[in-house]
């Protein structure tokens, strides 16, 4: 199965927009110069129209400098609260945490004292354990999204 990692740019779909914008007024300008019966209504009109037509390029173009794409928020916020126990006693470890993804597609490894954790959707983690430099993992455990770890 493909999966889609590329990011969707409200600046691509801008590039599309703004041109057909710019030729909706100009359309209107046209029509408003070919039917206005005296110069100075029809000059105040395009005048307005053009104005406009500036505006709504700018607003637009602004909007989508200062919204972030919805997966970004979302991966900001896991990471933002992603949280983890360590549970110290004489000899061991244990690290319970969530992690996303199915039980083949998590990998960890605790390499001079630092546990390094991957899931899926890009998750990494790296977690420093103070004293576990010579220990290894001795059972990993992974139930409805919720690794747990022994470290010897």
């Not at 989508?64 to 609260?81: C, D, F, G, M």
């Not at 546990?115 to 993992?137: C, H, W």
């Amino acid at each position: 199965m493909a999966s889609y990692k590329g990011a969707y740019s409200n600046e691509q779909s801008l590039n599309f927009v703004i041109p057909i914008i710019v030729l909706l007024f100009l359309g209107i300008i046209y029509i408003m110069t070919q039917r206005a019966d005296s110069g100075f209504t029809s000059f105040i009109l395009i005048g307005v129209a053009a104005l406009t037509m500036f505006y709504w390029v700018k607003v637009l173009k602004k909007m989508t400098k200062e919204q972030k794409p919805l997966y970004s928020q979302a991966r900001e916020q896991e990471t933002k609260n992603w949280v983890y126990d360590l549970i110290k006693s004489e000899g061991e470890f244990v690290f319970v945490s969530e992690v996303p993804g199915p039980e083949d597609k998590i990998a960890v490894r605790l390499i001079d004292g630092i546990l390094y954790i991957r899931g899926t959707a890009g998750f990494s983690k790296e977690v420093p354990i103070e004293g576990a430099d010579n220990m290894q993992i001795s059972d990993f455990k992974y139930r409805n999204g919720v690794l747990t770890l022994r470290i010897k």
